[in-house]
């Protein structure tokens, strides 16, 4: 017998309190005055011996129960040889690694038919399960005793694209020894990677009892190159302005010369020999990026083929698209704004986007559609038809950036946004010499890496009186600077002085061009994706503002991915294989995601035998062995709290009547 | 009737010890019948002849008159007895278990005898009061006003602690120098044999020696309800007692004190009387009194 928190035993001290209620309290001598005491003997008095307990049923009842209460808490258990009852007391589990690694030739196969050994060796009646394993572990049966079950469950595994996660499988099997109570005999079959095992040991704890038996299907480590990562724009609107590079790794493997090739919708583009150090990395860089307008399926490509030929393909997804056009109103003779803002956003975003200058006067023949955003730089009165028309576009989707200085502080009202220029503040004629930042929302996406605009000096600021919206950054003493507003599906931005280098310094600091390039896109409503991912990882397919619209995804198998219900509604999904997976949204755009193997799974290097024996003796079974093998702890918790009830029910009733009898005495 | 005026629970209600001694002897000598055996004092015995150093006081100067001899009026008065009390004032005899202590019984007790004795037979009385010392001493005399010396010595008597009942009564033969009675009132805790060895030496010029030995019901008889912590009275220790020994024990070996202290006494010609402080005085006093007429 043992206990889950033999601290709680410490509360037996409390049997004192029964003790000292019937025994001290109850016996208490009065002290009385007596004119002498040489006729009373010492040895026959004073003892507590000669004191006896009144009311012993109850006090043994009130003993009993607190004694309970301290057993209840200290939660005994006993154990229980499960190993005695034999084979049909266990459950045996048949765990197959089916990680990308196994698909290094014949391993999975391998595993499969030593699967298939252990259950043609399990006895009569035994229950096994059979499990597969890589990041997740996909139960693959119940606890059956039927083998032709057992073996077709083994039959049906497929290879999978994830990474091998021995913690995982500890977890799952720890859930399992939990729902079957029963000890587990693990069947553990696997290329035993190393690069599975966990950060931390203790994550790899068996359940209790557990017995584990490790097959390895790799003896010796494998030669493996692969192609680690890519890094490559996402969107590319001039591709010769585009370089792709490549880091080549080698695992286990000697200084070797390969051949990296830049693959683009099927055709090389490029090729180039690149020397591999022994166990080591190289770096390669691909200087074109041909590409056809819309998605391209890219890859870099390692030659010659290896063991493990899967990860010799690294996939990106690139789209090529014209530059977006960007309208800049500012008034007629001010120039000074457009040129910073333009040669910021030349300067970031290669090209991503094109600048038509306008002043108010040439606004009437403006077609709003064609642009991604409008820049409102400091514009004095707009033509009633162009505001009227720059609502609807905003309304509609489009973004709207506004310089509010000077000009604007004339208008009754900013234009298309919620709200006004009460005054102007000049900072140098007052007291300050300058106004800097205050608070900056670091988290939003226009703000994120403008270094809290440290540095930056305003000399002419918009006092803002919005209406509504979000306050992104504040001046140092609170005013707002840049306000966020919405309008129907469009979004709005309000920066409270001039994007010239007189209302402030801002044009001339570092962080302006992260500004422009920011709010560029935020306003065209261009998110930064990665042209990669990694299998399992997951995949935002809309965000929670986002209108309800159905979509469609296809796998790199071109199957859908989402059911009828979930198309509608899903927000995400996980990329469970690598490849090119399509997202067909219903407003016709399509995006294309690839998806590569994690290249933990390209080191082939086997687990240490001690490790294994390590995880191995994590199960109590393995530890102790002989008699002790297997043994199950049976909790008395139960037990404990009922009698717990019993005595305190028998102590009501006791000491009800105990009562009863003082009263009428 | 009268009797129940002798009750010490009712003489505990009447202040002052004087009303309380002329009501206890007054209720007493009218209960008793009248005895040739004893008259009081006064009474004329003899003439005797005027001899060289006789005190003049006592010459019968009517018969010096007509004779021109001088003689001596005797009076039986002149074999009137010393009465001494030696009274107990120890801690324990402040114990009581009822309205009246041990000390107000024994006060009662002297009282009485005071007025019997100075009252109704001229008797001269003293009073020594002591526990671990003499404490305080009033020596027998017939003189005017003696009551009320003794009654003040009486009043005085407040119980304080002793642990030796022995050594205060080395210092009792150099104050009894005249024989008469003696009488020792207490509760004698201290073995018998030595509180009769004790006592004893007082006999040897001649006097009566009368032991009232005065005990609360609850020291003869003791009952407990439950265990309870005793603390001595005299000593401050403390001892806890259950109600079985207080039963049994503790009676027996009470019982076996006081008949040790009755034989020893009895065999050392000392007389010995156990007053129980709930039992009227006038058996006590009958007592007293029988000893008194031995004495005559």
């Given amino acids: 017998m043992g206990f889950l928190s ?321 309208l800049f109103v500012e008034e007629a003779g001010r120039e000074r704004a457009a040129l910073y803002f333009k040669t910021a956003l030349e300067a970031a975003s290669g090209a991503a986007f094109g600048i038509d200058t306008a002043s108010p006067g040439q606004l009437g023949n403006v077609a709003l559609g064609r642009y991604a955003a409008v820049v409102l730089s400091d514009a004095g009165s707009l033509p009633e038809g162009f505001v009227k028309e720059l609502r ?13 200085a000077t000009a604007a502080a004339a208008r009754a009202a900013l234009p298309v946004a919620e709200g006004r220029v009460t005054a102007v503040r000049y900072a140098s004629r007052e007291a300050e010499r300058f106004l800097s930042a205050g608070a900056v929302d670091t988290a939003h996406p226009v703000l994120a890496r403008v270094n809290r605009l440290e540095g930056v000096k305003f000399f002419q600021t918009a006092v803002l009186e919005m209406k509504g919206g979000r306050v992104l950054a504040r001046l140092a003493d609170q005013s707002p600077l840049l306000v966020e507003q919405t309008l129907g599906a469009g979004r709005i931005l309000v920066f409270a002085s001039a994007l010239d280098n007189i209302s402030n310094d801002f044009p001339l600091r570092a962080s302006f061009v992260p500004f422009v390039e920011q709010a560029a896109n935020y306003l065209a409503g261009l998110s930064e994706a990665p042209s990669a991912y990694v299998v399992d990882t997951f995949y935002e397919l809309r965000g929670t503002s986002d209108p309800v619209s159905t979509m469609e995804v296809f796998d790199p198998e071109r199957r859908r991915v989402l059911s009828l219900a979930e198309s509608a509604k899903a927000r995400n999904i996980q990329l469970a294989s690598q490849g090119f997976y399509e997202i067909r949204r219903a407003n016709g755009r399509v995006d294309l995601a690839a998806v590569n193997a994690d290249r933990r799974e390209s080191d082939l290097d086997p687990l240490p035998a001690d490790a294994v024996s390590l995880w191995q003796n994590t199960g109590q079974g393995a530890v102790s062995g002989g008699a002790q093998a297997g043994s199950v702890r049976w909790s008395l918790w139960w037990y404990v709290m009922l009698g717990v009830a019993l005595a305190s029910l028998a102590e009501s009733v006791v000491s009800a009547r105990y009562l009863g009898k003082e009263k009428l005495s | 009737m009268l009797q129940r005026f002798l009750s010490p629970s009712v003489l505990a209600g009447i202040s002052g010890l004087e009303l309380v001694a002329k009501t206890v002897v007054d209720g007493f000598v009218a209960g008793l019948h009248r005895s040739p055996d004893f008259g009081f004092s006064q009474e004329f015995a003899e003439y005797r002849a005027y001899s060289e150093g006789d005190d003049l006081r006592h010459v019968d100067w009517n018969v010096f008159a007509r004779t021109e001899r001088a003689y001596l009026k005797r009076y039986r008065g002149e074999t009137n007895t010393l009465v001494t009390v030696l009274l107990d004032a120890s801690a324990s005899m402040g114990f009581s278990s009822q309205s009246v202590k041990k000390i107000d019984y024994a006060r009662y007790l002297c009282a009485s005898i005071f007025y019997l004795a100075i009252h109704q037979q001229r008797d001269g009385a003293g009073i020594i009061v002591f526990d671990d010392e003499i404490r305080n001493f009033v020596p027998p005399s017939t003189r005017h006003g003696q009551l009320y010396r003794l009654l003040h010595a009486l009043e005085g008597a407040e119980p304080k602690a002793r642990t030796d009942f ?131």
Avoid at chain 1, 392 to 404: D, H, K, N, P, T
Avoid at chain 2, 189 to 218: C, M, W
């Fill in chain 1, 392 to 404: 609807e576009y905003v309304r509609s989707g489009g973004g709207l950036l506004i310089a509010a």
């Fill in chain 1, 6 to 326: 033999p601290w709680f035993l410490a509360g037996l001290a409390a049997l004192a309190l029964p003790v000292y209620i019937h025994l001290l309290r109850q016996h208490r001598a009065q002290p009385k005055p007596f004119s002498s005491l040489m006729f009373f003997e010492r040895r026959l008095q004073s003892s507590v011996r000669r004191r006896r307990l009144r009311y012993l049923l109850l006090f043994a009842l009130r003993a009993l129960l607190v004694a309970l209460l301290a057993l209840a808490f200290a939660n005994p258990y006993i154990k229980k040889p499960a190993a005695a009852a034999g084979a049909e007391s266990r459950l045996t589990v048949i765990a197959v690694d089916d990680s990308f690694s196994m698909r290094v030739s014949g391993r999975l196969e391998k595993a499969k038919s030593e699967a298939q050994a252990v259950i043609a060796g399990l006895p009569p009646g035994a229950l096994a399960q059979v499990v597969s394993f890589g990041s997740a572990v996909k139960v693959l049966t119940q606890p059956v005793a039927d083998r032709a079950e057992l073996e077709a469950a083994v039959a049906a595994i497929e290879p999978s694209d994830s990474r091998t996660s021995y913690a995982e499988l500890a977890r799952a099997l720890r859930a399992l020894g939990a729902s079957a109570k029963r000890p587990l005999d693990v069947h553990l079959i696997s290329d035993m990677q190393r690069s599975g095992l966990p950060a931390s040991f203790a994550e790899l704890e068996l359940p209790e009892g557990a017995r584990m038996k490790a097959h390895p299907v790799a003896a010796k480590r494998v030669e493996n190159w692969a192609v680690e990562s890519v890094s490559a724009p996402h969107r590319v609107y001039d591709p010769s302005k585009v370089r792709v590079q490549a880091v080549l790794a080698g695992f286990g493997t000697p200084a070797s010369r390969r051949r990296a090739s830049l693959v683009v919708n099927g055709r090389v583009i490029e090729s180039r020999e690149v020397e591999i150090p022994a166990s080591g990395r190289a770096a390669v860089e691909f200087s074109r990026l041909e590409l056809p307008h819309g998605w391209g399926r890219a890859e870099v490509r390692l030659e010659p083929s290896d063991a493990l030929p899967e990860d010799d393909r690294y996939r990106i997804a690139v789209e090529r698209l014209e530059p977006r056009r960007l």
């Fill in chain 2, 166 to 296: 022995a050594q205060p009564f080395v210092h009792f033969q150099q104050f009894l120098r005249r024989r008469g009675v003696v009488v020792v009132v207490s509760d004698f805790y201290e073995e018998a044999s030595k509180v009769i060895r004790t006592v004893e030496p007082l006999r040897y010029r001649g006097s009566e020696l009368l032991l009232f030995h005065v005990l609360d019901p609850q020291e003869i008889e003791p009952r407990l309800d439950g265990p309870a912590l005793l603390i001595d009275m005299e000593t401050g220790g403390s001892l806890e007692v259950s109600p079985e020994y207080a039963a049994r024990e503790y009676r027996e070996k009470i019982g076996a004190h006081i008949a040790a202290l009755r034989d020893k006494a009895k065999a050392a010609g000392i007389d010995y009387f156990l007053l129980d402080t709930s039992r009227p005085l006038d058996a006590a006093l009958r007592e007293y009194l029988s000893l008194r007429a031995g004495r005559m």
